[in-house]
């Protein structure tokens, strides 16, 4: 049996009117939307069944879906046939007689359709009250479509260190639950990888080997609370009208160690998902191609994050200045700091985070580092015709960066 909540009390969700007397704690996100359909999720400590009704926002009835409870306490709905860039409400009835907030989410304009779009993006969310901010009500307040999440959510690697499956599932609980993000949450939908303390800190092939079971079933509760339309491998690529196309990139479940010597056996994200990035971006007819890794290409601490894997990293940059492919933009997170980034040939990189988890201290200044802000911040992405604009803000929403390019300032050259 797999759901408990352990600690839950005051962390989750305000109570709604509840049933009789059964109702347990229960949570819900959107996830993975597209032009036409969108993934409702919920976790529920005691229902058997859900049923999601979507509506417009002026009330028209446009599909109802059930689904069953796993032991997993999740429960999926692909809503399906939704029209593109509209606005929609999703309701959640569940069987024990739990309340649950409606959603609201826009689907993605169609691929010819040049309406300005706004995506946000970060990483890091930690429900201790030590990294207390006002940071989810400024971003909720931005009015993004879709959010996109670099991982560290949870931090499922919180001592005690998980072992179970059950364990791991609890640290999901705690972080998807977290009253904090609900108004935020239930007012766009989410675009989400796995990090390194979904599962462990810096974990990579090496750890995976010391320690398999553990890593599976961090692995596991992971797809879990974060399902896939179709299963299929964690990465993904989606468009979010005509102006961008995004690939989220999986630098964790394919990584060579990162002790390795760097060379040309050594990978970030494996060979198939390598071609896919390659063959996706240079064909891509979006205007940009915003390229997703959970951590930089470069000026972080340590070699956990691209710096340690310059061999493949550089394959890629220089495949993308021989193809001359406009538009291409990296944004990263992981190291705790905003940094605005130029590298080889001309890339560019914006890393974002944390959202709440303690700003790390920052390494010293190299060339290529354009910008840097030690506090909690994410990342807007604006895409219109006259361009791609770029602005991290802070907690309280200090603007920490504002950059606006054309896709031929985003083209990498030799
Ligand atoms: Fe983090």
Redesign the pocket.
């Known amino acids: 049996m797999g759901r408990s909540a352990a600690g839950l009390g005051a962390a989750l969700l305000p109570q709604g009117a509840c049933g009789p007397g059964e109702a347990g704690e229960a949570c819900s996100i959107v996830l993975d939307v597209e032009a036409g359909a969108a993934l409702v999720v919920v976790w529920s400590e005691t229902a058997t069944r859900m049923t999601v009704t979507v509506a417009t926002v002026g009330g028209i009835v446009v599909g109802r879906w059930q689904a069953g409870f796993g032991d997993d306490g999740i429960a999926v709905v692909d809503a399906r046939d939704l029209e593109a860039s509209t606005t929609y409400v999703a309701a959640i009835g569940l069987d024990d007689g739990k309340v649950m907030e409606p959603h609201g989410f826009v689907t993605a304009p169609r691929d010819d359709d040049a309406r300005p779009v706004r995506l946000a993006w970060s ?2 969310i ?1 429900p201790d009250p030590a990294y207390d901010s006002p940071i989810f009500e400024t971003l909720a307040a931005q009015g993004a479509e879709a959010f996109v999440s670099l ?2 959510w949870p ?1 499922a690697d919180n001592p005690p260190l998980p072992v179970t499956l059950e364990e791991y599932r609890d640290r999901h609980v705690l972080a998807r639950g977290w009253a904090k993000l609900q108004p935020w949450l239930h007012g766009a939908s989410v675009r989400a990888i796995l ?3 979904e599962v462990g800190n810096d974990w990579d092939a090496g750890t995976y080997a010391a320690d398999p079971a553990r890593h599976d079933a961090a692995l596991t509760a992971w797809d879990e609370w974060f399902p896939r339309r179709g299963g299929g491998p964690r990465y993904q690529r989606w468009r979010w009208g005509a102006h961008l196309e995004c690939f989220l990139l999986d630098t964790r479940s394919f990584r060579s160690s990162s002790d390795d010597v760097d060379g040309p056996a050594k990978t970030m994200v494996g060979a198939t998902q390598l071609a896919w990035l390659l063959d996706g971006v240079i064909g891509s007819s979006a205007a940009f191609k915003l390229i997703f890794t959970t951590v930089p290409l470069d000026f972080g601490h340590g070699v956990d994050h691209w710096a340690g894997y310059l061999t493949e990293r550089d394959a890629i940059l220089d495949a993308l200045a021989a193809a001359a492919t406009p538009g291409v933009l990296f944004l990263s ?4 700091w905003f940094g605005a980034y130029q590298h080889r040939l001309g890339a560019r990189e914006f890393q974002v ?2 959202l709440a ?1 303690g700003p790390a201290p920052l390494p010293p200044l190299r060339p290529g580092i354009l910008g840097r802000a030690r506090e909690y911040n994410f990342g807007l992405l604006d895409a219109s015709v006259d361009g791609l604009r770029v602005r991290a803000l802070g907690a309280a929403g200090g603007v920490l960066w504002d950059e606006t390019f054309t896709p031929a300032d985003l083209t990498l050259r030799r």
Do not use: E, K, S, V
């Open positions: 990483a890091d930690d991982g560290d931090y990090d390194d303390h997170a992981d190291q705790h985070g944390p988890r």
